[in-house]
């Protein structure tokens, strides 16, 4: 069993920045392809980034490009999403996420493990 805990989330003006970080199992981080999602009251939970095994791919959501950087450090067992120039629309609860799968997937279904979330909110 993977177990996920997210921390870093908080409230945060427009413009601003926030990191997140989500401490993996120990020695499960580099199995693992991993994701930040993300779900706003109301709406439905969406891929804001992935990140491969390895580090040497990633993803991102067309609404988060050029403003939120995901990273991971496998020696710490952990994975990170930096956000910058945050926008209202940001405001969200952000759930880290694990996929065994062969390639990263961008649909909550391809994840089994999860986080417990981390509320951002992001104010005018």
């Known amino acids: 069993q993977v177990q996920l805990v997210e921390s870093g989330g908080g409230l945060v003006q427009a413009g601003g920045s926030l990191r997140l970080s989500c401490a993996a199992s120990?020695?499960?981080?580099?199995?693992?392809?991993m994701g930040w999602f993300r779900q706003a009251p109301g709406k439905e939970r969406e891929l804001a980034a992935a990140?491969?095994?390895?580090?040497?791919?990633?993803y991102y959501a067309d609404s988060v490009k050029g403003r939120f950087t995901i990273s991971r450090d496998n020696a710490k067992n952990t994975v990170y999403l930096q956000m910058n120039s945050l926008k209202l629309e940001d405001t969200a609860v952000y759930y880290c996420?694990?996929?065994?799968?062969?390639?990263?997937?961008?649909?909550?279904?391809?994840?089994?493990?999860w986080g417990q979330g981390t509320q951002v909110t992001v104010s005018s």
């Open positions: 996420a694990a996929t065994p799968r062969l390639v990263i997937t961008t649909t909550s279904d391809g994840y089994d493990y």
């Open positions: 120990a020695g499960t981080n580099n199995r693992y392809h």
């Open positions: 990140i491969s095994r390895s580090g040497g791919s990633t």
